[in-house]
Structure formats: structure tokens, C-alpha cells
């Protein structure tokens, strides 16, 4: 893209002059104004703070700014930590094992390898990672009768792809929840229930379904803890450690004036149980199908992996020894570069702001241009994949899938002549930067590490005639080819080794 429009591009609005123009960006230093250095300035936009407010039936981190960002920040920042996530790898370990009994238990009995969907099997087990880790709580996501499964699964599924074909009434999602006074918005909610639009009926259905599960397991927590009991409640991984037990902890440690309410920590149950699952399950398939596409590198990978677990005793890497494995590491970082889960973001701008540009435009007349200046109200896209795929910054070479990029190297120099990225993963912007970035990387790295060691030592994946089509939406979601109506899907065939 950025060969074609550059690495700033206007974009002009349209829909009979509703939607006002716009700014994509993917310039390394316009990113780094927009993310850090005048972050304050480029807050979450109305439309995105507004449906995930709605999503989440509160205030959670994804929609909160200034000073009520910062304050949440401050209690779920811990949690996130390495020290914290890396106690979290016998809870990835124990889901990834029963993905792997489970796939071989449906592919034994076929020497030469099934056709599966193995989308189906990675989605199991990225809600179980992030339900067990995250919420502590278990959905039995590989038991084919679990009712309990299949609805918030089927919830989580339809919340995002239903919310873009709201389109018009994204700018008054923010207005709408704040109303007041709270009766009256419950009661036009409910009202939605009955309008002959099914976009909509089908949205507040997930949402409900995700808050009423969320509620529930809060208050159950909340029990638990004031009793001293963390590992008696129902569901319960037992461990007591999963983010959401820590983050109430904290959060009934803090000051009167740092704590968090209790609608502000179901919403944030919820947001990360959506962020985590879909990205992860996403990520995960991505990464098959580049094994599939490239057998030396499968290959590759699954000797380094099967090597490392033959020197434990139980099958078990650290979160360090897990990261201290080259290609495993360098396949991970090149395909979260080349294939980030979510394009882009957007920003508001709150004041005018003069951004400077580290690849120069060219006026009319053919004067550079190193700087723009960013008017009140622009929205700014903020371009992950663009960046991502950028020849100037990452090289002629931008997209190859090439893990050598990152094999011993420093970070620095796996971008195009040492150009630096505001983003926190490696030059990467998949997980953003700044003070918005993704809390959740290093959770989200463990797990896909975790599952990908484990698969690869048990099982050679093998392409298939399908051919998969990557869609774009608030997520990019993989597809059959001529099958689109059937849902997502990843058909591979799998062979135990």
C-alpha cells in the first residue's frame, strides 16, 4: 500500500458528505507523534470508545480515556508483566495437551492424514487459554456437549462481524451509553430486541450473552475472594492466579481514589476474553498455513522444537527456554509482521497538531514536504499493516515470509537502515505503541509459542486443494473460497508423525 499511496494518504469521505475526509497513516515518525509523543492528543475515536463501550456493557479499557485510562493502566499493567504471564505457561501446557489429544484422537485412525478445519480446533483452544489465564474459569471448550461452550463461543463469533454492519450508528454509540437516566436506556435496549433490522437483534444478543457470563463469574470471584477461598469456586482453574483474580486483588488494595468500579472490571473481563480469543485463533491459523506453504521451514521448526522438549523430563520449556529457541521466536515475530490480526486502528484529533514525516511528500510543484499539520476533528487511521509490509522500511525483500530477518540480530536491524518504529514488539506496530498499546502481548506470544511447540512435535500439516480467503473486517477472519456462507474456516490435513 505504501508503495502505491505512500506512507501518508488522504482519504476522502464520502456518503453525500457524512463522513469527512481523513489521514492514513504509516510513516515512522508521523506514527510516533500520533502514539507517543502527542498521544494525548490523538485519543480513541467516538465511534471505536462508543461500540466497544456498548460491547462490553461498560467502561473498559479499550474505552476509557485521559485520566480514567491512565488510572486502569496503572492497577492492569502488573498483570501483564513477564514475571507475572510466564506463571501462566502449566495453565497454556494443560490446554495445549488436551488440543493435541483431541486432534489425534480424530486423526488416528487415518495413517495418511484427515482434512480437517483445524480453524475449529485452534478457536477451542484459544478461548480455553484465554477463559482459564484470563478469567479463571473453564468453558470445556473440547467437550463437543458443552452447551455452555457453544453459546459464548457463538457470541464471541458474531459480536465483531454484526458490529461492522452497524455502520450508522457507530457516532451515536458513545452518547447512547451514557444516557441517562439508566432505566431509559435499558428500556430502548430492550426495544432493539424487536426492530426488524437482525444486524441488530443479533449484536445485543452476543453482547448480553458475553456481559451475563462476565457478571456472573465477577460476583462468584468477588465471593471467593472476600471468603479467602480462590480455588472454590465453580469452573475455577484452581490456580487462583488468572488476570482477572489478580487484577481484583489489586484493585481492592488500591486507593479510594485509584479503585476501579465494579462494572469497569466486568468490562474489562469481557474485553479481554474477546481481544484474546479471536487474535490468538487467528494468529495460530495464520501460522499452519505458512507451515503448510513451506515444508523445509515446518521441518525446520519442528526439529529445534522436538529437540528442546527432549532434554526436559516432562515435556515441559519454561517461558524463557521457550523464548530462547532462534527459529521459533523468528517464524513468530516475521508472521505477526507480515500478517497482523487487526489492520489498522483510529484516532480523533482533539487540537490541531503539526506532525513531522520521516519519508518527505512532494506539493503540486514538487517542494517536499516533511512535516503536516493535523487539524481539529481529523480521524487518523493508523495503518499496522501497512507499516508492516513497508519496503522502506523493511527492505525490498518486505514481503517474503523470511525468518531470517530476526536470527541473530538486533532488534534494531531487522528494519531497512535501522529505521525505528514507535511500535512495542520489534519494530512491529501489530501490537501498537505508546500508552494505548496491546497489554496483552506477552500473553498472547506465550500462548501461540506454547501451541505451535506443542502441534509441531506431534503432527505434520499438509496443504489442501481449498484455497483461503483472508477478509478484512475489525479482525481479518479466514474463509473457503465459494464456501463463505458456511463461516469461517482453515481446512488442512493433519498426520500424526
Known sequence: MTEKFGHVARLRGGIFGLQKDALYIADPLALNSVLVRDQDNFTESTEFSGLFGVIHHGSSLASVTGPDHKKQRRILNPIFT???V???????????HQLRDKLADDVRSHPDGRTVDILDYLTRAAL????QGGIGHTFHSFDEQSREFEEFHHALQTVLPTAGRLFFVLPFLESWRKLKPIWLRHLLAGAVGYLPWPSARQFKWAIDTMHVRCRVLFYQK????????????KGSTGIGKDLVTVLMSANADAGDGDKMPDGDIIANMSSIVLGGQETTSGALSRL?????QDVDLQARLRAEVTGAYATTADNYLSYKELNSLPVLDAVCREAL???????????ETKEDCVVPLQFPLRDTSGAE??????TKGTSVYIGLAAANRSAAIWGEDVNELRPERWLGKNIADATSNGVKMPGIFSNIMTFLGGGRACPGMKFALLEIKIVLSVLLAEFEFQAVPEEIDWRQGITVVPYVKGKERQGPSVPMTVKIM
Open 82 to 84: 513477564a514475571k507475572f
Open 86 to 96: 510466564s506463571k501462566l505457561a502449566p495453565v497454556f501446557y494443560g490446554v495445549s
Open 128 to 131: 480455553e487459554m484465554i477463559s
Open 222 to 233: 468477588r465471593a471467593m475472594l472476600e471468603g479467602g477461598r480462590v480455588s472454590d469456586t
Open 288 to 292: 499452519l498455513c505458512l507451515m503448510v
Open 337 to 347: 509482521r507480515l500478517y497482523s490480526p487487526v489492520t489498522f486502528v483510529w484516532r
Open 369 to 374: 514536504i516533511r512535516e503536516v499539520l493535523v
